[in-house]
């Protein structure tokens, strides 16, 4: 079975950093992707940023753009996404999700397209 497991959130100040991991287990090759999503109160699950791992090709979400990078571990079955220069409107639970195959994606990463979801990690950005 295809499990995930996200860590690494925490309360940070405006401008602050965090690394998010995910665990991955249950995959028997490369031929797949994580995607990262958000979801803030009140608010739609929003795909940031996602990574194949046949060919480690991302992709980001314009909101995340330039701050936050995606970055995979294969031989240790982790993929972070390193959050940079955070800001308020970062405040989220975030969730890592894996799909089979290999993703392209275009304006938006929908969270239909996603087979496996892992339990969030609470992320809060507030001074």
């Known amino acids: 079975d295809v499990q995930l497991q996200a860590s690494g959130g925490g309360l940070v100040q405006p401008g602050g950093s965090l690394r998010l991991s995910c665990a991955a287990s249950?995959?028997?090759?490369?031929?797949?992707?994580i995607g990262w999503f958000r979801q803030a109160p009140g608010k739609e699950r929003e795909g940031v940023s996602c990574?194949?791992?046949?060919?480690?090709?991302?992709w980001y979400a314009d909101s995340v753009k330039g701050r936050f990078t995606i970055s995979s571990d294969y031989a240790k079955n982790l993929v972070y996404l390193q959050l940079n220069n955070l800001k308020p409107e970062d405040t989220a639970v975030y969730y890592c999700?894996?799909?089979?195959?290999?993703?392209?994606?275009?304006?938006?990463?929908?969270?239909?397209?996603?087979?496996?979801w892992g339990k969030g990690t609470l992320v809060t950005v507030s001074s």
């Open positions: 999700a894996a799909a089979g195959g290999r993703l392209r994606v275009g304006n938006s990463l929908p969270a239909l397209i996603m087979d496996y």
């Open positions: 990574i194949n791992l046949s060919d480690v090709s991302t």
């Open positions: 249950g995959f028997t090759s490369d031929n797949y992707a």
